[in-house]
């Protein structure tokens, strides 16, 4: 039988530095490390231990003696129960010190690559109401908090719409305001809540499996467009129309409002059919003149004006002459790909979703853009010596890949086409590290910049030019 963990009390303990998936460091009397995840570097605190193994402990504050100078008031009344926006106790400076922290250090440490001096990460303008896509899920038993559980008045209002609980795929917290998207985001979530319960909808229970109002997504552009799709369980024509035609006349600047019908055991809808209730089946996104559509299966970078930073990043460190051939891999809807073209030959893009190819080709025709052709495929069988025969030796490789980084098949492949120059483009600096390990013998890394999406998060992505060591 498993002994159980006990937990430990360490007192007067500091705060020393800030780790991977955005916990903080502090150590133990033993010298074993404590991961920490509501605390700031630099504050000292009394620990209790919530896991033990053996090289580390598990933990979390339980008594502050002293606040860091790196703290900041969060500004969400939600913070440190949604889980979303983990760093918004952390002034932003130091959040971009930590992100540039933990890039430098996976490089070094993970891939143990000799680094140029990293250019300055670039953060964020604005660090609220960046992103352009949320998704919200509704429930008819939300969280709870511990005063509400703890206080004898009866609770009538179980209704939530709003985000998951960490670890909890059943609990939603009822959202008053998130600081994520602009409005009318709020505004919309807070109406269809509002209206849902007025009329007797009800809301989805996850355990049981039943109830009309399952999730809703909400997309916004640059532009000003917006698209909100409505998951529905129940298919209830009658509750579906009353509440799509009320979205329809309150907001009028919705450009795109669809819906779906989903009795899966899953939220996802990717392979489900959306139908559009009024509006397009889609919105757009513009960037240098360059327009996007967007439809809500599509990919695209959730933080629309630092998506145009990065790229421009991408951009320079290519920096093409007008000769080069490209291939873009794994390149989503072919933003990436269609933002450089115009100082490309020709550029070649590869995707393995075929929705986000077809988005890429539609995109590419609508913006007149006739020197790039996109591929649909697994990365690791489609791009192959037939298919570099094809369309050619490619002078250089943007790769763009999830956050697993790129299969090794792919590395194997990149180094026996060997391009002059390639871009890899990461938001997991320590997949990046494990690639670049592997491309080390033959490229260089000549140029690293990281760049803050996601503000108030410890996410962040990272750009490195390689050049051939022998070319």
Same mark, same amino acid.
């Given at each position: 039988m @498993?002994?159980?963990?006990? =937990?430990?009390?360490f007192?007067q303990?500091?705060?020393?530095?800030?780790?991977a998936?955005?916990?903080?460091i502090?150590?133990?009397?033993?010298?074993r490390?404590?991961?920490?995840t509501?605390? &700031?570097?630099?504050?000292?605190?009394d620990?209790?231990?919530?896991?033990?193994?053996?090289?580390? %402990?598990?933990?979390i504050?339980t008594n502050?003696?002293?606040?860091?100078?790196?703290?900041?008031?969060?500004?969400?009344?939600?913070f440190g129960?949604?889980?979303?926006?983990?760093w918004?106790?952390?002034?932003?400076?130091?959040?971009?010190?930590? !992100?540039?922290?933990? &890039?430098?250090?996976?490089?070094? +440490?993970?891939?143990?690559?000799t680094?140029?001096?990293?250019? #300055?990460?670039?953060g964020?303008?604005?660090?609220?109401?960046?992103?352009?896509?949320?998704?919200?899920s509704f429930?008819?038993?939300?969280?709870?908090?511990?005063?509400?559980?703890n206080?004898?008045?009866e609770?009538?209002?179980?209704?939530?719409?709003?985000?998951?609980?960490?670890?909890?795929w059943?609990?939603?917290?009822?959202?008053?305001?998130?600081?994520?998207?602009e409005?009318p985001? $709020?505004?919309?979530r807070?109406?269809?809540?509002?209206?849902?319960e007025? $009329?007797?909808?009800?809301f989805?229970?996850p355990? =049981?499996?039943?109830?009309?109002?399952?999730?809703?997504?909400?997309r916004?552009?640059?532009?000003?467009e917006?698209?909100?799709v409505?998951q529905?369980?129940?298919?209830?024509?009658?509750?579906?129309?009353?509440?799509?035609?009320?979205?329809?006349s309150?907001?009028?600047?919705?450009t795109s409002?669809?819906?779906?019908?989903?009795?899966?055991? $899953?939220?996802?809808?990717?392979?489900q059919?959306?139908i559009?209730h009024?509006?397009?089946?889609?919105?757009?996104?513009?960037m240098?003149?360059?327009?996007?559509?967007? $439809?809500?299966?599509?990919?695209?970078q959730?933080?629309?004006?630092?998506?145009?930073?990065?790229?421009?990043?991408?951009?320079?460190?290519?920096?093409?002459?007008?000769?080069?051939?490209?291939?873009?891999?794994?390149?989503g809807?072919?933003t990436i790909?269609?933002?450089i073209a !115009?100082k490309? !030959?020709k550029?070649?893009g590869?995707?393995?979703? #075929?929705?986000?190819?077809? /988005?890429?080709?539609?995109?590419?025709?609508?913006?007149?853009?006739?020197?790039?052709d996109?591929?649909?495929?697994d990365?690791?069988?489609v %791009?192959?010596?037939?298919?570099?025969?094809?369309?050619?030796? #490619?002078?250089l490789?943007?790769t763009?890949?999830p956050?697993d980084?790129?299969?090794?098949?792919? &590395?194997?492949?990149?180094?026996?086409?060997?391009?002059?120059?390639?871009?890899?483009?990461?938001c997991?600096?320590?997949?990046?590290? @494990? /690639?670049?390990?592997?491309?080390?013998e033959?490229?260089? &890394?000549?140029?690293?910049?990281?760049?803050?999406? %996601?503000?108030?998060?410890h996410?962040?992505e990272?750009?490195?030019?390689?050049? +051939?060591?022998?070319?």
């Amino acid at each position: 039988m @498993r002994k159980k963990n006990k =937990r430990q009390i360490f007192e007067q303990i500091e705060v020393l530095d800030a780790g991977a998936k955005g916990k903080t460091i502090a150590k133990a009397p033993d010298g074993r490390v404590i991961f920490l995840t509501n605390t &700031v570097p630099g504050d000292i605190v009394d620990i209790q231990t919530t896991k033990k193994r053996k090289a580390y %402990f598990e933990g979390i504050a339980t008594n502050f003696h002293k606040l860091s100078d790196k703290r900041t008031e969060p500004v969400c009344e939600h913070f440190g129960v949604c889980g979303g926006c983990k760093w918004q106790h952390m002034s932003y400076e130091h959040q971009l010190f930590y !992100k540039q922290q933990e &890039v430098e250090n996976n490089l070094t +440490r993970i891939g143990h690559i000799t680094l140029p001096k990293p250019l #300055p990460i670039l953060g964020s303008k604005e660090q609220y109401f960046y992103r352009n896509k949320m998704e919200f899920s509704f429930s008819d038993c939300r969280w709870l908090t511990l005063d509400e559980i703890n206080s004898d008045l009866e609770i009538k209002d179980k209704n939530a719409l709003g985000f998951h609980i960490p670890g909890m795929w059943d609990k939603i917290l009822d959202v008053k305001k998130c600081h994520l998207q602009e409005e009318p985001s $709020n505004t919309i979530r807070l109406e269809v809540k509002s209206f849902a319960e007025v $009329n007797g909808m009800q809301f989805f229970n996850p355990r =049981r499996k039943e109830g009309l109002l399952r999730t809703m997504m909400i997309r916004t552009s640059s532009i000003g467009e917006i698209m909100v799709v409505i998951q529905f369980y129940d298919n209830d024509f009658e509750k579906r129309e009353l509440l799509l035609n009320h979205l329809q006349s309150t907001f009028p600047e919705i450009t795109s409002l669809q819906y779906l019908i989903n009795q899966k055991q $899953n939220d996802s809808f990717y392979d489900q059919e959306i139908i559009c209730h009024s509006g397009r089946d889609h919105i757009f996104e513009e960037m240098e003149g360059l327009k996007f559509k967007i $439809n809500a299966k599509s990919f695209y970078q959730t933080n629309s004006v630092q998506a145009y930073e990065l790229y421009k990043i991408t951009r320079d460190f290519a920096n093409l002459s007008g000769k080069e051939l490209v291939y873009d891999l794994y390149t989503g809807t072919g933003t990436i790909a269609q933002f450089i073209a !115009k100082k490309a !030959k020709k550029v070649v893009g590869i995707e393995s979703v #075929p929705e986000a190819i077809e /988005d890429a080709k539609t995109n590419a025709a609508h913006n007149k853009i006739r020197n790039v052709d996109f591929f649909v495929g697994d990365m690791k069988t489609v %791009f192959d010596n037939d298919f570099v025969t094809k369309h050619g030796q #490619p002078d250089l490789i943007i790769t763009d890949p999830p956050r697993d980084g790129m299969h090794k098949l792919v &590395v194997e492949q990149l180094l026996k086409v060997m391009p002059d120059k390639i871009v890899y483009v990461s938001c997991n600096s320590a997949t990046q590290a @494990r /690639d670049l390990a592997l491309l080390n013998e033959e490229y260089e &890394v000549t140029k690293t910049q990281a760049v803050d999406m %996601f503000p108030q998060t410890h996410h962040v992505e990272n750009v490195v030019l390689l050049t +051939r060591r022998f070319a």
